[in-house]
């Protein structure tokens, strides 16, 4: 038997978050690469708008913290 694997998509895009941020962005990367500030973009997160419904799924809390995964951020970016 094979051992399963998980698909990682490698985009430039990726790889270049992967190498400047690592595999969790933290809410004030990602509100710096969406060219937002971390404030504003935590209130678009919490509505039930375009950018909640986006990167919603790419949302991972650790304790109170919360954290985007990379792996689902860069398609979203690479979309835009």
């Known amino acids: 038997m094979t051992p399963t694997s998980t698909?990682?998509?490698s985009t430039s895009t990726h790889d270049f978050l992967i190498l400047r941020?690592?595999?969790?962005?933290?809410?004030?990367q990602l509100a710096e690469l969406l060219h937002r500030s971390a404030d504003g973009l935590r209130l678009s997160l919490r509505g039930d708008g375009e950018l909640a419904r986006k990167f919603g799924?790419?949302?991972?809390k650790i304790g109170r913290r919360?954290?985007?995964?990379?792996?689902?951020?860069?398609?979203?970016?690479d979309e835009a």
């Open 7 to 9: 698909f990682v998509p």
């Open 57 to 60: 799924p790419a949302r991972k």
């Open 21 to 28: 941020y690592g595999p969790l962005l933290s809410l004030s």
């Open 66 to 77: 919360v954290y985007f995964r990379t792996v689902v951020v860069a398609p979203l970016l």
